[in-house]
């Protein structure tokens, strides 16, 4: 079973920038994909970016967010800049095998105006 560590959630002012990381232990299969999600009060779960055999966004975070992946340490980063108040949620680290899939306890974020 995965275990995923997140960090690096906080509050920040409006155009501000956070770094999200997730670190992936305990997996004896090969992790195939990588990714955040987040979910606001109220709201549903939603994806913000993913990196499987292709990298997808949502449209709200096209142009300000930036995912990467490094394989060989199992972490996904998200990079976010131009922050603004509706990406306020919580934000989730989701890692997949082949066998099962796993959230992190998720880290908050909060964006003031």
């Known amino acids: 079973q995965v275990q995923l560590v997140e960090s690096g959630g906080g509050l920040v002012q409006a155009g501000g920038s956070l770094r999200l990381s997730c670190a992936a232990s305990g997996s004896g299969f090969s992790i195939n994909a990588m990714g955040w999600y987040r979910q606001a009060p109220g709201k549903e779960r939603e994806l913000v970016a993913i990196?499987?055999?292709?990298?997808t966004y949502a449209n709200s975070a096209k142009g300000r967010f930036t995912i990467s992946r490094d394989i060989a340490k199992n972490t996904v980063t998200l990079q976010m800049n131009s922050l603004q108040p509706e990406d306020t949620a919580v934000y989730y680290c989701?890692?997949?095998?082949?066998?099962?899939?796993?959230w992190g306890q998720g880290t908050q974020v909060t964006v003031s105006s």
């Open positions: 990196i499987t055999v292709r990298t």
């Open positions: 989701y890692a997949r095998t082949a066998y099962s899939s796993t």
